[in-house]
C-alpha cells in the first residue's frame, strides 16, 4: 500500500510500480527469511525517489536493513541452470532472477552494518 501510494504521488506509471512492488516482495521475503535475527527485529527503511529527465523517468526504491550482509546486485546473471533431476533441485533462487527480470538495475552497498538495495526502473515519458 506504502509503495503504490508514494508512487501514484509522484506519477509513477502503474505498471512501473507493479515492477518495483513484486521486487520489494521478494526483497522483504529475503530479509525475513534470510537476514537473520538481527534483521527479525530491526526496522526496515524505504525510500521512494523519482528522478525526470529529458523523456525519461527513473524511479529507485531503496531498501535499507540491518541484516546479514548480501548483496542481490552480483549473482550470475541468465537464466538459471536448470535440474536433469529431482535429486539436483534445489528451492529457491528464482526470486533473485525474478527481481533481475523485473528491475532495470539493482544495486548494493554496505553501510555502517547496514544493506542498502535500491531497485531501479525506467520509462519513457509520454506526453
Known amino acids: 500500500?506504502?509503495?503504490e501510494s508514494a508512487?501514484?504521488?509522484e506519477g509513477v506509471p502503474g505498471d512501473q510500480i507493479l515492477r518495483l512492488d513484486h521486487c520489494l516482495d521478494e526483497a522483504?521475503?529475503?530479509?525475513?527469511?534470510h537476514g537473520g535475527p538481527v534483521a527479525l527485529t530491526s526496522l526496515v527503511l524505504l525510500r521512494l525517489v523519482v528522478r525526470r529527465g529529458r523523456g525519461?523517468?527513473?524511479?529507485?526504491?531503496?531498501i535499507?536493513?540491518?541484516?546479514l550482509?548480501?548483496?542481490a546486485s552480483v549473482l550470475p546473471?541468465?537464466?538459471?541452470?536448470r535440474p536433469t533431476s529431482l535429486a539436483e533441485a534445489n528451492p529457491g533462487g528464482l526470486g533473485l532472477a525474478m527481481m533481475r527480470a523485473?528491475?532495470?538495475?539493482?544495486s548494493y552497498r554496505r553501510v555502517d552494518g547496514r544493506n542498502h538495495l535500491t531497485i531501479s526502473v525506467t520509462w519513457t515519458e509520454t506526453t
Not at 77 to 81: D, R
Open 56 to 62: 525519461i523517468s527513473t524511479a529507485d526504491l531503496l
Open 77 to 81: 546473471s541468465g537464466p538459471l541452470p
Open 28 to 33: 522483504l521475503a529475503n530479509v525475513i527469511s
Open 1 to 3: 500500500m506504502w509503495l
Open 64 to 67: 535499507v536493513d540491518e541484516g
Open 102 to 106: 523485473f528491475s532495470d538495475d539493482l
Open 7 to 9: 508512487a501514484l504521488g
Open 69 to 71: 550482509e548480501f548483496d
